[in-house]
């Protein structure tokens, strides 16, 4: 089977993506056709998961787990912190490392159980399944470069403005941390930064917040600012979608700040405010020229 004609849009932005992908659908393809018969009518090209099994899953994923893994959890629809909030399992893509021959772990049996629950009433044809694989593989990728884009930016600002901002994955992942300290009582300013579209707010939203009470359990003596970066031709309703931010924290903790990209010079001030020292006394203080 030969899905005809993939749309690359975009294909600039990320160059090696679409060999990657190619490689990526073959492989899924190829471990698909290996179903039994009753999972997989090679006639038909229908793959039954009315008729997986949660051990039919694991050892279908287990035939390559670097291509399964992302492919059942792009069609199967759910995010990574869904599989973490609805069946305990953290960073779904760690999957892809394991091992074929060590006997299935615990978070692999979550996957399997997810994926059956999730596509277990479906039957599904083969190209179909890679196609849809594919399309949101794409946009994923894209979304990721995106993010670590916005990510960079921010922390760069920060930083040409004299404050240590970097990015730490202890105690928990953080994108940009005022100062950096292996001592989280020494961490001043913690800053998730996400970006996004109106659409899909109400779960962004949901992220910031649950993601404050962590930087707060986490980091007892840093003030929280959020950071979101929308596109260009969102940004006369960005009172809106800041308004949406702040009610999530209704009868909660509220934010110590909501900044949007346009607005991080506004930061600037808070952290005068909090008297968040700077990096060396060679960058001269914030004046309203800056």
């Not at 050892?59 to 399964?68: F, S, T, V, Y």
């Not at 992302?70 to 869904?82: D, K, Q, S």
């Not at 040409?160 to 001592?183: F, M, Q, R």
Request: net charge neutral; aromatic share 12%.
């Amino acid at each position: 089977m030969k899905i005809k004609d993939f749309p690359r849009p975009n294909f600039e932005e990320l160059p090696s993506l679409y060999d990657e992908l190619d490689r990526l659908a073959d492989r899924v393809e190829k471990a698909i056709r290996s179903l039994k018969n009753e999972l997989f009518d090679p006639h038909s090209e229908l793959i039954s998961f009315d008729k997986i099994s949660e051990d039919d899953m694991i050892g279908l994923i287990r035939k390559d787990p670097e291509a399964l893994v992302p492919a059942f959890t792009r069609v199967c629809g759910l995010t990574v912190r869904e599989f973490e909030r609805l069946y305990g399992l953290e960073n779904v893509y760690k999957l892809r490392n394991r091992l074929r021959w060590q006997m299935p772990t615990e978070d692999e049996r979550k996957f399997a159980k997810a994926i059956v629950e999730q596509l277990g009433s479906a039957k599904m044809y083969l190209e179909t399944f890679v196609y849809t694989f594919y399309k949101m593989w794409e946009e994923h990728q894209k979304r990721h470069a995106r993010g670590r884009k916005a990510e960079e930016d921010v922390r760069k600002f920060f930083e040409d403005h004299g404050y240590e901002c970097k990015k730490l994955t202890e105690p928990v992942e953080v994108n940009g941390a005022i100062p950096p300290a292996s001592d989280p009582k020494k961490v001043r300013v913690v800053i998730p930064i996400r970006t996004g579209v109106r659409r899909d707010l109400v779960k962004r939203a949901k992220e910031y917040s649950s993601e404050f009470d962590r930087f707060k359990n986490e980091f007892p003596n840093a003030k929280v600012i959020i950071v979101f970066r929308i596109p260009r031709y969102e940004l006369d309703i960005k009172e809106e979608i800041r308004e949406t931010i702040i009610e999530e924290r209704r009868d909660k903790e509220p934010y110590d700040g909501v900044f949007f990209y346009d607005e991080l010079r506004d930061a600037l001030e808070r952290f005068e405010e909090w008297k968040i020292p700077k990096r060396s006394v060679l960058f001269p203080k914030l004046s309203k020229r800056d």
